[in-house]
């Protein structure tokens, strides 16, 4: 047989399936199309003049490593739907005298079209729209862009060998399930499906309690850095108990229902279960598999677009002033000299320093144990089970607290204010090894502006001390510690230090000149050339530098978490399709025969709406319950990335299931028909005929 026979059977063999193929190669060039655009945005595209722009590019990058191993596996699952369906077709030509071999180049041609249709549409469009993103990416940025268009190699041979790699890996798997099966194999295989198994209560009961325990983890967790260290486990943990709970709980709940006999024996019920129980273990598997795309989507975009809703708010919590200075120094007149030179420049420029806020903070950093702080074990030695209790102090006096409040406070000498940042404390004293002990009262608000604790991913304390003594003595010892003859030991040296910030009237521009100025004058009057480098002098930082930074974080992660979402929703609207119409052609002959023996149209309807409805929804309702015990468990993460309000978190995950509960329905109404169509095709046709 000449090469052009196979292509045309091949082409012919797509075109007639094209209820399988065309959503198959469709879902294939959009992740191709994705693909390309986060490559290109995340190692090719230029966002070196904007600021923020290389961290975008860093999240993005990671994002592509996302995809690559999503592409593979869900590719690789989503193809045994196609081969399913085309083994009578093959049975058939193997009967008819064409050999393996020969069934084999008819698939490789298959296989072949499909990649390169994939590929070089994937590729076009990737083309097409990444310079639509690269636009939307500066916009999150802030900056401009011109509106060239320019092709680089690399994202276009990064995609095309990704792919063709993937479609390769699938011709193997295709070869090896065509070699192994005989003819007769092949011709029943479309109606074979799987024995109805046992209700395997073992598998049900261990799922469920693998589940009681990844949400357990869930709830119970009260500290953002457990939860960090938590949800990798507990992550793992709900998708093996999804599978188990839907291969061996869905088996257990027909077996349910078909003991009801009330239930079981009626039209619409009786035939639906039977053909549920006939394919269960598959079904579960493919359910399960769209629950847990479904909670992927949910989760991933319900965070970022929390984050990225709060990114002004962040902004201003990591920047309380405009300008932001740091000293070493415990003594306002050490550090005049800083401030003159403040107000010399911003009389330069014409401007005045408001709301003004000075005062002395000390900070250090160590561990928690109940009403125990532990400040002497180094941070090179903390072990997983430890990092949860680390915790950062912020220390003021009284003194400053009441002048930059106005409070008025008063407090004993063993008494402290302290208020918890991103973690909770619930005890009446403080005991910080080899300093003493304090009385605690609680506060309901920050006493005092720190930028740091922001931007720290550990819980702070924001406490007032009763003097500077006490700031001291803590300080001396930590310090004490730090002198350690022993290297492996020893801790980095703590520093007292003054916070100096002022807001300015005018725009971010001149706000970046006047930062630039007090940083050069700065250089000159200390000789430190870089202060981050040179520190610990001084630190300087501007709200209008940093806001790029945040904005870029935030944005990023945002635009990462979109294209994320879209490419699950891409499988799991893929897997519900061929989920209905794959069960379809194996309901088409049971069908076919209920309906020549009487039973109506009416009645198929209903007996597909029973099936549909009976398992089509759990994944949506197991997300939703996975979503909420999962809720406390990202929330405590959004609040140490980016303290994050809970209730805008609450009211944007709220949003974004009930979006998603309206597409999900839309996709299970149009599903759903083409099922009763597949189902209902030979009796349709039978009555045109007449």
Request: glycine residues 8%.
């Amino acid at each position: 047989m000449r090469g052009g026979f196979y292509i045309k059977l091949a082409k012919d063999g797509i075109v007639r399936n094209r209820k399988l193929y065309f959503p198959y190669i469709l879902t294939c060039i959009c992740m191709t199309m994705m693909y390309y655009i986060l490559y290109y945005l995340g190692f090719c595209a230029d966002f070196t003049e904007v600021r923020g722009g290389e961290m975008l590019q860093a999240l993005l990058s990671m994002g592509v490593w996302v995809i690559m191993v999503f592409s593979v596996i869900f590719l690789y699952y989503t193809n045994s739907f196609l081969i399913r369906r085309r083994q009578k077709e093959f049975g058939l030509y193997n009967i008819l005298g064409m050999g393996k071999r020969n069934l084999v180049r008819i698939l490789a041609w298959e296989n072949v079209l499909t990649a390169l249709v994939s590929v070089v549409a994937g590729v076009g469009l990737g083309m097409l729209f990444s310079r639509l993103a690269e636009l939307a990416a500066m916009r999150i940025l802030g900056g401009h862009i011109g509106f060239g268009f320019q092709v680089s190699a690399r994202p276009v041979l990064a995609t095309a060998g990704l792919f063709i790699g993937i479609f390769a890996l699938i011709m193997v798997r295709m070869l090896v399930s065509v070699f192994r099966l005989r003819p007769v194999e092949l011709l029943k295989s479309e109606n074979v499906g799987e024995k109805p198994p046992r209700a395997n209560w073992v598998l049900a009961v261990l799922g469920a309690l693998i589940l009681a325990a990844a949400y357990y983890l869930a709830v119970m967790v009260i500290d953002p850095m457990s939860a960090i260290v938590l949800f990798f486990f507990a992550v793992v943990m709900v998708i093996i108990a999804t599978y188990f709970l839907f291969i061996a709980g869905s088996v257990a709940l027909c077996r349910l229902l078909q003991k009801r006999k009330g239930y079981y024996y009626k039209t619409k019920h009786f035939v639906s279960l039977s053909s549920l129980v006939y394919r269960m273990k598959r079904n579960g598997a493919g359910l399960a598999s769209i629950c847990i795309l479904s909670t992927m989507v949910l989760v991933t975009v319900s965070s970022t677009v929390c984050m990225y809703a709060q990114t002004k708010d962040a902004v201003e919590r990591r920047f309380p002033h405009d300008i932001c200075m740091e000293f070493v120094s415990d003594d306002y007149g050490e550090t005049q000299s800083y401030r003159d030179l403040t107000e010399d420049v911003l009389a330069e420029y014409g401007e005045t320093a408001e709301n003004v806020e000075d005062f002395h903070f000390y900070e250090t950093a160590g561990f928690a144990l109940g009403d125990q702080f532990r400040l002497d074990q180094p941070f090179a030695s903390v072990g997983v089970g430890e990092v949860e209790s680390l915790r950062g102090i912020y220390m003021i006096t009284l003194e400053d607290y009441n002048a930059i409040s106005g409070a008025g406070a008063e407090l004993a000498d063993d008494e402290i204010l302290l208020y918890p940042y991103k973690t909770e404390f619930h005890e009446d004293s403080l005991t910080i090894d080899g300093c003493g002990t304090w009385n605690v009262r609680l506060m309901d608000r920050q006493p005092f502006n720190m930028g740091m604790a922001q931007a720290n991913i550990m819980g702070s304390w924001f406490i007032v001390a009763p003097d500077m003594a006490v700031i001291r003595q803590i300080n001396d010892y930590r310090n004490t510690l730090a002198a350690s003859p022993d290297p492996t030991e020893s801790l980095a040296t703590s520093y007292i230090r003054e916070s100096y910030g002022v807001d300015l009237s005018c725009d971010d521009e001149k706000q970046t000149e006047i930062y630039r100025t007090i940083v050069e004058r700065m250089s000159e009057l200390t000789g430190q050339e870089d202060p981050a480098v040179d520190y610990p002098g001084y630190t300087l930082d501007s709200k209008a530098e940093g806001r790029a930074d945040i904005i870029a974080l935030n944005g990023g992660l945002f635009f990462l978490g979109v294209m994320l979402g879209a490419v699950f929703l891409f499988g799991t609207v893929l897997i519900m399709y061929y989920k209905q119409i794959s069960e379809g052609y194996e309901d088409q002959d049971r069908f076919d025969i209920l309906m020549k023996v009487g039973m109506s149209r009416k009645e198929v309807k209903q007996s597909i709406n029973s099936q549909v409805l009976t398992v089509f929804f759990l994944p949506l309702i197991a997300a939703g319950v996975h979503l909420a015990f999962a809720f406390p468990l990202i929330s405590q993460i959004l609040m140490l990335l980016s303290a994050t309000e809970e209730r805008l978190l609450v009211l944007v995950t709220v949003c974004c299931y009930l979006v998603f509960a309206l597409f999900y329905v839309a996709v299970y109404v149009i599903t759903s028909r083409s099922y009763y169509t597949i189902v209902s095709g030979r009796k349709d046709l039978s009555d045109r005929r007449r």
